[in-house]
């Protein structure tokens, strides 16, 4: 499948999310500007950073009214021990299958070894308005994504 670019609109997908619960995309899309931010893996130094970064600036997305999801292809205990550890307060999904990044079309990084790390931002209408592919800048993708949030709510 072809990567997803700006103007498309996000696919809709289902997940389990970090308390093993059913998530499924439809709930949001279409309702509140969305962040999906695919990740390597739980725990590692550069995932940790910016998720953290996301947790530090959490409240300015959700003031905005969006929402940020993140995914990786940790299982959900892991998702569990990551969230718990950090404090995260954001909906972390388990892509076991890569099915949600194969949907996206995240390519991956670090000459094929690593899942890649892409930021989506999205419109309320599920329409994608940036797309940040950065692996050696994991906290760089905070300020783009919020930047591109209130562009969308300006």
Same mark, same amino acid.
């Given at each position: ?13 289902? #997940? ?5 619960n059913d ?45 940020? $999801? ?6 959900? #205990?892991?998702?569990?021990?990551? *969230? ?11 892509? #076991?299958?890569?099915? $949600? ?41 905070i300020p783009? *994504?919020?930047?591109? $949030? ?5």
């Amino acid at each position: 499948m072809a990567a997803l670019q700006k103007g498309d609109k996000i696919p809709h997908f289902k #997940a389990k999310d970090t308390n093993g619960n059913d998530f499924d995309s439809a709930t949001l899309l279409g309702k509140k500007p969305l962040v999906v931010y695919f990740y390597p893996k739980d725990n590692t130094p550069g995932c940790t950073a910016q998720a953290c970064s996301f947790r530090d600036q959490y409240e300015d997305f959700t003031d905005l009214g969006a929402e940020v $999801i993140g995914v990786s292809s940790d299982s959900v #205990a892991s998702h569990q021990k990551f *969230a718990k550890q950090y404090q995260l307060p954001f909906i972390l999904l388990s892509d #076991a299958n890569k099915k $949600i990044r194969k949907l996206f079309g995240v390519p991956t990084g670090l000459l094929g070894l690593l899942p890649g790390r892409v930021t989506y931002v999205a419109d309320k209408n599920g329409i994608i308005q940036l797309i940040f592919d950065s692996s050696m800048m994991p906290t760089k993708h905070i300020p783009k *994504a919020l930047e591109a $949030i209130r562009k969308l709510v300006s």
